[in-house]
């Protein structure tokens, strides 16, 4: 089993040191360029005419829903508070919130930090059990140490 020289574990600790500053430069400008979509156009929205709806239907959108009737298309739409959507806002939406740029940070940082003390552990471990082998290996062939005479 080869151990890592001094040189190459403080390599090893630098490369870690450095990778999370470059993931960081990575996520910030992913997160700041904005996406145009698939052929980089925007759909044309279309401006429909729209009236209250009559009262018949005054309990038909949920959730406190504002019903409303396009004349357009001839139909009623229900325009639904937040964290409600479907034709007559029935649905509930989970909101799910994107994380921060401090909290990828964070992450990283926490994570650099336990691979660097997972490779001194082992680092160490493998030290400590060559230490081991080595003494198992003189006993065994019967080292007394040093005589003085």
């Not at 999370?20 to 979509?37: E, I, Q, Y």
């Not at 279309?46 to 018949?56: D, N, T």
């Not at 959730?63 to 964290?83: A, F, S």
């Not at 939406?93 to 336990?114: A, C, D, R, S």
Request: charged letters at 15%; a positive charge; glycine letters at 10%.
């Amino acid at each position: 089993m080869r151990t890592l020289g001094p040189s190459a574990l403080l390599s090893l600790i630098g490369v870690l040191l450095i990778t999370p500053c470059l993931l960081a430069a990575s996520v910030s400008s992913r997160l700041l360029t904005p996406s145009a979509g698939q052929g980089g156009e925007r759909p044309h929205v279309a401006k429909r005419s729209m009236q209250s709806c009559s009262s018949s239907y005054t309990n038909y959108c949920l959730n406190q829903g504002q019903c409303m009737y396009l004349v357009d298309v001839n139909q009623h739409h229900c325009k639904c508070e937040m964290g409600y959507y479907g034709p007559r806002c029935a649905n509930q939406e989970f909101l799910v919130q994107p994380m921060g740029e401090e909290t990828i940070l964070v992450i990283i940082f926490g994570v650099g930090l336990l691979v660097i003390g997972l490779s001194g552990l082992l680092y160490f471990c493998c030290k400590w059990h060559k230490k081991r082998r080595f003494l198992a290996q003189q006993k065994g062939q019967g080292y007394k140490g040093v005589r003085t005479t």
